[in-house]
């Protein structure tokens, strides 16, 4: 059974920077889709950022391109999220997830069917 446990969000000034870690644990951690989602109350889940276990290549929300970076660590069976240009409006509730590997789209949670506990990130003005 996969097993997420998210960690490094906090509170910080507009245009500040946070780091978010997703350890992955509970399957062979290779070639699978890994993401980082956020929602706040009353919004649907929305996907922010993605990338393949064992590979490099990205996938960004309009919303967060420029200037959040996502990242893993295959030693460690780390995804990170790094969030820099801070703005008030990506306050949320920040939650790394794994696909499904059903072939369904990347930024649709619904095809996720492992979710970490979530790390909240509030960012003020």
């Known amino acids: 059974q996969v097993q997420l446990v998210e960690s490094g969000g906090g509170s910080v000034q507009a245009g500040g920077s946070l780091k978010l870690s997703c350890k992955v644990s509970g399957y062979t951690y290779n070639r699978r889709w890994m993401a980082w989602f956020r929602q706040t109350p009353g919004k649907e889940r929305e996907g922010v950022a993605m990338i393949p276990t064992g590979g490099d290549i990205t996938d960004y929300a309009d919303s967060v391109k420029g200037r959040f970076t996502v990242s893993q660590d295959n030693a460690k069976k780390t995804v990170y999220l790094q969030m820099n240009s801070l703005k008030p409006e990506d306050t949320a509730m920040y939650y790394c997830?794994?696909?499904?590997?059903?072939?369904?789209?990347?930024?649709?949670?619904?095809?996720?069917?492992?979710w970490g506990q979530g790390t909240q990130v509030t960012v003020s003005s």
């Open positions: 997830a794994a696909h499904s590997r059903n072939g369904g789209s990347l930024y649709d949670p619904r095809n996720y069917n492992a």
